[in-house]
């Protein structure tokens, strides 16, 4: 029955629309219960954008660990290369890089800000370095510490060095964070159903004559409940709008800054803020949180409604 | 088309509002109902409507037994019955033509045939030059035609109203009656709750009178034929037994 069905979608459009109006006819008052939902969400989306962002600036130290070969003082440039070489043909080495002793000490000195100290000593103190890039099969933690035993072992070197334990523990917080933004954001989408429950509970109060009056000319629960269900869709909307136009106004005040903080470690990173499609699912969610909480309160509220 | 027999209704608070009401009234037929305030006018009309459920007896409306419509059937019941209030009861936030076309968008007509039927009732009235006004603009008496139009919009089988008058001039209460004798005159069975006795005084029609929750007399009415023996008895003159 296309004509029904299309009657239908028309009356829905209607209510959607209609609920909008109404909803606009109380400024002050929607105003309110978006910015209060706008508020609740934005909170743990700006966690997750900081975690976010923390995750994208470890993800290299995640992957590989490298190890540092600090050589003894004596091995000169040849001596250096040609250990290079041997590590090169090890099957659990994916590369190796040469950081001379005159190379780490320029580094050092444009990176550190001591440029003019080191001017006074006479001779430079850095070794050679070699940088050792595990295999990506040998790159688990046994596999790397095992390439550092066997590596620690071989003429020439000096110490060896492999950092694992600030690694794990810099995830050990991430993970915590990441529960910290699960959880707030699940106490929060709680207090949206309610917020927008409550909201739509005075809505009825309100509109209680009217309910009556629809009831007593054949109108089902369903049909009183519809312009209240799509009201919470409005409310669910503007405060999802509202807490991603919120995360993205923080992230442009702390662009700066941070990229300012990450330069003063030599780091190009740069603060990522709402991507499009998380965006999407934050209005999508903020959308079905408050749809939830009118369908809550509508549905309880609504049957109560009997006309006298 | 309305049938109670031996109802007693007897309200949360004590007050016991029908005491034994039996009658019966044909489709097509114009029936009042009166007696003082309390005698149990409004009781039956909200019976009727389904607002309230008989404490003891049986209400059956079109051979229904209405004991056996739950609750999820009570809005398709309600679609066959036109309610007027006193007080209206119009949605004054949206102008005439949509308060009117309420019942026909709740039972999903399609948007042309409601457009259609919103102006044929809205014409019964007289009121069709009215159609974009909000209900506020309108006099009392317009309210109420507003009322009716949109009891009787999806056309149903019975129409009831609960002191249609009351808030009316003498002029303009003759005139509502009339409308609602018009509508009897095609078929729909109309149940009028007043007490003013010397507005249906004009009126060749039903009466049935009631006095603390009682039928006291019945007037003007083909003989009632299927009214248990206890309600007779208390009927004036209602004697014809099953």
Redo the contacts between chains.
Sequence with gaps: MPGAVKTWLARHAQTLVGSLGRTVQNPLATLMTVAVIAVALALPLFLNVLLQNARTATTNWNQAFDLSVYLDKKAGSERTQALAKQLRIRADVAAVRVITAEQALKDFRDGSGFGKALDTLTDNPLPNTLIVTPTLAASTLEGTLALKTSIAALADVDTVQLDTEWVQRLNAMLEVLRRVVWLTGGLLGLGVVLVVGNTIRLDILNRRAEIEVMKLVGATDGFARRPFLYGGVWYGLGGGLGAVILVAAAVAVLAGPVEHLAGLYGSPMRLRGLQVLTAAGVLGVAVALSWLGSWIAATRHIRAVEPS | MIRFEQVHKRYPNGREALAGVSFKIDSGELAFLTGHSGAGKSSILKLI?L?ERPTRGQVFINNQNTASIKPRGI?????QIG?VFQDH???HDRPVADNVA??L???????REIDKRVRAALDQVGLLSKERSRPLELSTGEQQRVGIA?AVVAKPPLLIADEPTGNLDPDLAIEIMQLFKRFSDVGVTVVIATHDVHLIDRFSARRIVLDDGRVIAETGSPVPQAVSASGAAQSADSSAAP
């Design positions: 409507a607002i809005p398709q019941f309600r679609r309610v009861k119009l949605l309420l019942p968008i709740i039972a999903g007509y399609p948007k949109r």
